[in-house]
């Protein structure tokens, strides 16, 4: 069984920095996508980047390209979001999943960790 578990979270003032991390395991093939989305109260789901395991593809949605960066450790088992210049618009709960592909619809992705909150006050 998969099982995902995020840390990092926090609150912070607006221009500050979050460090989150995602510990995957039980994921079967060494190959697969990691990926941090977003939920704001009231809104859905959303992507916020992605990294192809293994190697240095990664997506960025507009709006936080240039000040987040999605890495992964030497093991792969590992993702972590580097979070900078931290917006009140960035606040929600994270989430980090694990799929085969690359895939920006969060819908079709069924393997989640339990998320953790990240609050920005202006």
């Known amino acids: 069984q998969v099982q995902l578990v995020e840390s990092g979270g926090g609150s912070v003032q607006a221009g500050g920095s979050l460090r989150l991390s995602c510990v995957v395991s039980?994921?079967?093939?060494?190959?697969?996508?990691m990926g941090w989305f977003v939920q704001a109260p009231g809104k859905e789901r959303e992507v916020v980047a992605t990294?192809?395991?293994?190697?240095?593809?990664?997506y960025y949605v507009d709006s936080v390209r240039g000040r987040f960066t999605i890495s992964q450790d030497n093991g792969k088992d590992t993702v972590h979001l580097q979070m900078n210049k931290l917006k009140p618009e960035d606040t929600g709960m994270y989430y980090c999943?694990?799929?085969?592909?690359?895939?920006?619809?969060?819908?079709?992705?069924?393997?989640w960790g339990q998320g953790t909150q990240v609050t920005v006050s202006s």
């Open positions: 999943g694990i799929h085969s592909a690359c895939v920006l619809d969060p819908r079709v992705w069924n393997s």
């Open positions: 039980g994921w079967k093939y060494s190959s697969g996508c």
């Open positions: 990294i192809y395991r293994g190697t240095t593809s990664t």
